[in-house]
């Protein structure tokens, strides 16, 4: 093999990588936009769900339903920061697979080998997934968390409260039950 099949061999190969680097990072993007789209919103709607549920309760707040407040609040904050370092996470990616197809690109057209800093990106890469890339699920499972604990000091609260059935009814059920 001479120099000049070298070289071609190796645009074709940054011709094929190009594509293969291209369609991941589209991939990447979209399913993550998606998940995190989804996730967030879930995440959100629960814990505010709860929140807007104790402020319109009963009246007056007190005991546990303050707790309960403060746990769904923290819940949001935790879905919130599932977007903020989603997005993070995303640009890094994206910009390190864009370098990656821009030194594919480059070895395509001179035809030079760009094996160190490829090497070098895709480390890079590696430790942007390793710094960033299980924060999301943390967020998310506290965001959970905190949501079922403060079910939980709402159920306490009812019980301890002394809550009975009728507690639980509308007062149009209670004038039929009349």
Known sequence: MTESDDTQADSKFAEYAIKTYESSREAVMREHSA????????LLTLNVGGLVAIINGSGAIGGLEILSLMLFYLGIASALCIAWIGQRFDRAIAAHLSELINNYTYSAITGESMAADIEVERKAMLDSHAKLGAWP??????????????????????????????HFQSEAEKQEIK
């Open 137 to 166: 699920a943390r967020f998310g499972w506290i965001s959970f968390v905190l949501f079922s604990a403060a079910l939980l000091s709402l159920g306490i609260d009812a019980w301890v409260s002394g809550a009975d059935e009728d």
């Open 35 to 42: 998940s995190f789209r989804w996730l967030m919103a879930s």
